[in-house]
């Protein structure tokens, strides 16, 4: 455990890590600390969610057709809020939203980055209180800078992100996000209200033996990977098989275990979802950011995960991702199954 004298705040550490990098501005140092900011009031109102009136639906649908708790809109609402007033932000685009939003200040017009995110993943674990989560991603906009944000800022492949990450409300909550540096962890310290440093250089293990997917829904799934779902529950003691089933049910749940533990997580297409049914530019691509960074892999299964060019603000796309051994088994079945068809 780390010592009280030696924590590092999420403040300090983003401070230190612009000095290293003598032409950096600063402004994506602020955008991570207002990130942070969003996500500390975030988690206050889901530790007091059973407490009030924001347990729940909200009586209304999203963009993606699913049915909006009380909570996602506070979260969706709350960054928004802090991010256009931070002056360090171009726009936004929120999975919660149909289309992105400009903000047109002058300071903002003048920043150059955009924020695109998940506000509140895993939103149907709430009222059973599973763990749930923030995703967010950052990119440098395209567009000029002093005009407003245009749709090309928000339809960028995932190898131009500048930093991304998440936020997982649970028994502690934390914050991990990547730049192409590295890979960090804060912890938050109640006592404070900061996000501390407890997971400095996040490695993914290379060999995993922890597998995640919806497992109700093999009939719908490809034969390739029916074949690895077998593979993973075929006995073999010179591998370690069979390996652990774990699926929560909330990617930042399940990312966050393969992230630290190894193993892989997969949301394939199926028969009800053939381009899959993870949206690209705010769970993929971010997680894909992050699991690269910390020597993981992502795939769509037949091409890296942050090498697709967006279309669409909401365009959707199966992911296998995670420990790098796991996912080239698991891509190796799917090819398998290209081949002989």
Request: net charge negative; aromatic share 8%; proline share 4%.
């Amino acid at each position: 455990m780390i010592s009280r004298r030696k924590l590092m705040t999420l403040d300090e550490f983003t401070i230190q890590e612009t000095r290293r990098f003598p032409q950096a501005t600063g402004e994506l140092s602020a955008l991570l600390r207002d990130i942070g900011l969003a996500c500390k009031m975030i988690n206050k109102q889901v530790l007091k969610a059973g407490l009030v009136d924001i347990l729940g639906k909200h009586g209304a649908t999203n963009v993606q057709g699913e049915e909006q708790m009380k909570l996602d809109i506070y979260a969706n609402e709350t960054l928004i809020s802090v991010l256009e007033n931070s002056n360090d932000c171009a726009g936004i685009a929120s999975e919660e939203n149909d289309e992105y939003v400009c903000f047109n200040d002058d300071f903002s017009k003048n920043s150059k980055y955009v924020v695109l995110f998940d506000p509140l993943d895993g939103s149907s674990n709430i009222d059973v209180n599973a763990p749930i989560g923030t995703i967010f991603s950052i990119y440098r906009r395209v567009s000029e800078v002093g005009q407003a944000c245009t749709p090309e800022d928000f339809l960028q492949p995932g190898n131009k992100l500048m930093a991304a990450g998440y936020v997982i409300y649970g028994s502690s909550t934390m914050l991990v996000y990547a730049t192409k540096l590295s890979v960090n962890g804060f912890t938050l310290e109640p006592s404070i209200g900061e996000f501390c440093l407890s997971h400095p250089e996040l490695k993914c293990p290379e060999i995993g033996k922890i597998y995640s997917v919806n497992q109700g829904n093999t009939s719908k799934y490809s034969d390739g990977m029916k074949a690895f779902l077998d593979y993973c529950m075929e006995s073999n003691k010179e591998e370690g098989r069979p390996y652990s089933h774990r699926y929560i049910g909330s990617m930042v749940a399940d990312m966050h275990r393969t992230l630290i533990k190894g193993g892989i997580f997969i949301y394939p297409a199926d028969k009800s979802n053939v381009r899959g049914k993870l949206r690209l530019q705010y769970e993929c691509n971010p997680m894909a950011f992050l699991i690269e960074a910390a020597g993981g892999v992502a795939s769509d299964g037949s091409q890296r995960i942050l090498d697709i060019q967006p279309t669409q603000l909401h365009e959707r796309c199966p992911i296998y991702i995670g420990s790098k051994n796991m996912v080239n088994t698991a891509l190796s079945f799917a090819k398998e199954e290209e081949t002989v068809a």
